[in-house]
């Protein structure tokens, strides 16, 4: 029996305009016609922002007011925009945001809530804007000016949402990361001021092994000096070592006995030095023990999600796989791995005028750098711990 096959209509090229994918307004305002289409562009600060109305002709329907980032202001303001669209006759409208750290976060949400298409700006498009309407002064009504500009030639983007449970991924998983940035920067500190009593003492224990897996720290928080070591000898440091149950080799205890016995004087602040590293140290152990808790707190979050599946992958553990499901958000935002990439910037950048063509450039410096690091961190886990990209590395390094 020949089975049949359907051949497909072919249905022509999709209309292409210029300008960001998410942030094409076209269609809408060809359906509703440019009077009747309204752009709310609002520059916000730490405190209050400034916004204003206009049409796609760019009339000035409400000139520039400020609003505090209170509840009865923004209520107020998203009031005072419906009422404007209803007297102007707009039948459609979108808010165009300027992105300023976190502090535009209330003016987006209170739009949101209110039923807006809100869209955020990129300052760099906004800048890019207003150097040619005022290249020599900055003020807040010119930037509003420029975001508006933006924002109908389609840089005012729209943004997927994403469930609390992507939210709490990512906010877990930065918070964490920052815990082990500061604890790192407690781990240099502590070795300088543990240098500055027990000379060459860290240099005993490989990198990486002073504070993990080693009885480095339980003896010098026992005995702070060389002095302190010679007189307890292998025996006592031995029986200290026991009764507290930490794990240890005699030969290790032999090699700082014998360190104690050659070590250099400490300096003259030696006392006051040892309270200091054992009062970061404990410090260091509370961001340990915090650490813990959101790598657990992690897991939980990750079960959710599809990205649990990665944890397969021999390489990827849950650190890896929380951050890079908190940074790329849910996976059906994205048609295909090639959407995540060029999210993440992980392309080259390319170079092309008439004959010249550069296309094998440096990677691309305009991407969302906290993905890309999530994904960079997967890479690396993967070339260090499974054996098919060992290899695939070792290969393209040759």
């Known amino acids: 029996m020949v089975t049949k096959t359907k051949k497909r209509k072919f249905t022509g090229s999709k209309k292409r305009f210029i300008g960001k994918p998410t942030g094409q307004i076209q269609e809408r305002v060809q359906a509703v016609g440019p009077e009747h289409f ?13 916004w204003m109305l206009c049409n796609f002709f760019g009339k ?21 925009v419906a009422e404007a669209c209803k007297t102007e006759g707009l039948t459609d409208t979108i808010v165009a ?10 003016v987006y949400r209170a739009f949101r809530k209110a039923g807006y298409d809100t869209r955020i700006v990129h300052p760099f498009a906004s800048n890019h804007y207003r150097r040619p309407l005022h290249p020599d002064a900055k003020t807040d009504d010119n930037d509003l000016e420029a975001i508006f500009h933006a924002a109908i030639n389609g840089y005012g983007l729209a943004t997927l949402r ?17 815990l082990v940035k500061q604890r790192a920067r407690l781990m240099v500190q502590i070795r300088r001021l543990l240098h500055q009593t027990m000379p060459g003492f860290a240099d005993l224990f490989e990198d990486g092994k002073l504070f993990h897996k080693s009885i480095a720290l339980p003896v010098a928080l026992k005995f702070s000096s060389a002095e302190a070591i010679r007189r307890a000898g292998v025996a006592g440091i031995a029986s200290h070592l026991n009764k507290t149950k930490v794990r240890f080799q005699t030969r290790t205890i032999e090699r700082i006995v014998a ?6 004087e400490p300096s003259e602040l030696a006392v006051m030095h040892t309270r200091q590293w054992q009062q970061l140290n404990d410090v260091r152990q ?12 992690m897991a939980g979050f990750l079960v959710k999600t599809p990205y649990i599946l990665l944890l397969s992958i021999t390489g990827i ?3 890896s796989a929380a951050r890079l ?19 993440a910037g992980l392309f080259p950048s390319r170079y092309q005028s008439d004959e010249v063509d550069h296309a094998d450039g440096s990677l691309v410096r305009q991407c969302n750098r906290k993905l890309r690091g999530a994904a960079m961190l997967v890479a690396e886990n993967l070339i260090k711990c499974h054996p098919y990209y060992r290899g695939l590395s070792a290969l393209w390094t040759q």
């Not at 309204?38 to 400034?50: E, L, M, N, Y």
């Not at 360190?259 to 250099?264: C, E, L, P, R």
């Not at 499901?325 to 999210?343: F, L, Q």
Request: neutral net charge; hydrophobic residues 40%; charged residues 20%.
């Open 38 to 50: 309204g752009i709310v562009a609002v520059d916000c600060a730490k405190r209050r922002s400034k």
């Open 60 to 80: 000035v329907l409400v000139e520039p007011t400020s609003v505090e980032h209170t509840t009865g202001g923004l209520k107020a303001m998203t009031q005072l």
């Open 97 to 106: 945001v300027e992105m300023t750290g976190i502090y535009h976060k209330p």
């Open 162 to 178: 994403v469930g609390e449970v992507y939210q709490s991924l990512q906010a877990v998983s930065r918070h964490r990361h920052n």
């Open 259 to 264: 360190w104690a016995s050659t070590a250099a």
């Open 286 to 297: 509370l961001f340990g023990d915090q650490i813990a808790e959101t790598e657990r707190e």
């Open 317 to 319: 553990n849950v650190v």
């Open 325 to 343: 499901a908190g940074e790329a958000g849910p996976i059906e935002h994205y048609a295909s791995a090639r959407a995540i990439n060029g999210r």
